[in-house]
Antibody
Framework: EVQLVESGGGLVQPGGSLRLSCAAS????????MSWVRQAPGKGLEWVAN????????YYVDSVKGRFTISRDNAKNSLYLQMNSLRAEDTAVYYC??????????????WGQGTLVTVSS | AIRMTQSPSSFSASTGDRVTITCRAS??????LAWYQQKPGKAPKLLIY???TLQSGVPSRFSGSGSGTDFTLTISCLQSEDFATYYC?????????FGQGTKVEIK
């Protein structure tokens, strides 16, 4: 069974940092692009970042460029999101997501349960 | 960035109704369009990809159509479990964007 389990969320002050992790199982992690998608409380979905299988290509939404870094460790079947210079508007549930097909960057069909990040003083 | 605009933002409907949600892209995205259903406190669920391909396990009352800039999601006979929020998403570019969502409420 495909599983994605996020961790690392919590309460952080504005300007602070947090590192999210996503543990993947049930599929060949190294064969898939991976993504982070977030959802602010009561708001819609917002894509955050994509990373290629080998980490050689990364894409970010403009609002997090220069502050967030997506990375992966294929040996550990894990995806990460390093979040620096956090702002109140980064408050959201962060989902780890896997695309429908391996090898290509396509829409996700598998999502984790999400981890809540709250940025507040 | 490609902007995705859904309409309406919300509406009320009754069980058994045929409902249609539209999604418009700010530029052509071919058929790189997906539809998701989300219920409160849950992760999104993929319904349709490639504009019209039904994801495995999704009931056939859901259908999608369109290409280029204009797309629709149709639920042919609304069931109680279909009351939720629906999102379109483009994956034409490596920088994805979602529509703002359409909430389907019980009349």
């Amino acid at each position: 069974e495909v599983q994605l389990v996020e961790s690392g969320g919590g309460l952080v002050q504005p300007g602070g940092s947090l590192r999210l992790s996503c543990a993947a199982s049930g599929f060949t992690f190294s064969s898939y692009w991976m993504s982070w998608v977030r959802q602010a409380p009561g708001k819609g979905l917002e894509w955050v970042a994509n990373i290629k299988q080998d980490g050689s290509e990364k894409y970010y939404v403009d609002s997090v460029k220069g502050r967030f870094t997506i990375s992966r460790d294929n040996a550990k079947n894990s995806l990460y999101l390093q979040m620096n210079s956090l702002r109140a508007e980064d408050t959201a549930v962060y989902y780890c997501a896997r695309p429908l097909f391996g090898g290509v960057i396509v829409t996700p069909d598998c999502w984790g349960q999400g981890t809540l990040v709250t940025v507040s003083s | 960035a490609i902007r995705m605009t859904q309409s309406p933002s919300s509406f009320s409907a009754s069980t058994g109704d045929r409902v249609t949600i539209t999604c418009r892209a700010s530029q052509g995205i071919s058929s790189y369009l997906a539809w998701y259903q989300q219920k409160p406190g849950k992760a999104p669920k993929l319904l349709i990809y490639a504009a019209s391909t039904l994801q495995s396990g999704v009931p056939s009352r859901f259908s999608g159509s369109g290409s280029g800039t204009d797309f629709t999601l149709t639920i042919s006979c609304l069931q109680s479990e279909d009351f939720a929020t629906y999102y379109c998403q483009q994956y034409y570019s490596y920088s994805w964007t979602f529509g703002q969502g359409t909430k389907v409420e019980i009349k």
